[in-house]
């Protein structure tokens, strides 16, 4: 069975480390936001915007796919959307694991205006 990917694939790896001493994994990936994606499907006709849900949803896939995540979170604390996400924007997705508290940060940001903040918060593992 193909999983559906949203019409968001090809993202690149800008940087990604792990450190055995503090226990954290990080990974910052660069993604298109197709404008084919069917998060757009009704979200909305006139204005579309990328769903706070399909944000998160990336969140999800991409610290299962680079932090070797499993399950999803319990809990996401401190979540915000402050900029709405459109149609072909290119973003950087920003993901920090810390073993010991058994969380997840994450950020979502343009990729060009890097103070644009488009999501940030933080999951309970």
């Known amino acids: ?3 559906n990917l949203h019409s968001i694939q090809n993202e690149r790896i800008v940087s990604q480390s792990s450190d055995a001493q503090s226990k954290t994994k990080s990974v910052c990936l660069e993604v298109f936001i197709s404008p084919e994606s069917d998060f757009f499907d009704g979200h909305f006709p006139a204005f ?3 769903p706070a849900v399909a944000q998160i949803y990336l969140v999800d ?3 299962k796919k680079y932090l070797g995540l499993e399950g999803f979170a319990k809990e996401i604390k401190r979540v915000k959307f ?3 996400v459109m ?3 290119t973003v950087l997705l920003s993901l920090e ?6 969380t997840l940060s994450f950020s979502l940001c343009d990729s060009v205006q890097k103070d644009k903040v488009y999501s940030s918060g933080t ?3």
């Open 97 to 102: 694991q810390d073993l010991l508290s058994g």
């Open 123 to 125: 999951a309970v593992l």
């Open 1 to 3: 069975m193909c999983a």
């Open 48 to 50: 579309k915007l990328f």
């Open 82 to 84: 402050p900029s709405p």
């Open 61 to 63: 896939r991409f610290a």
């Open 87 to 89: 149609p072909g924007a």
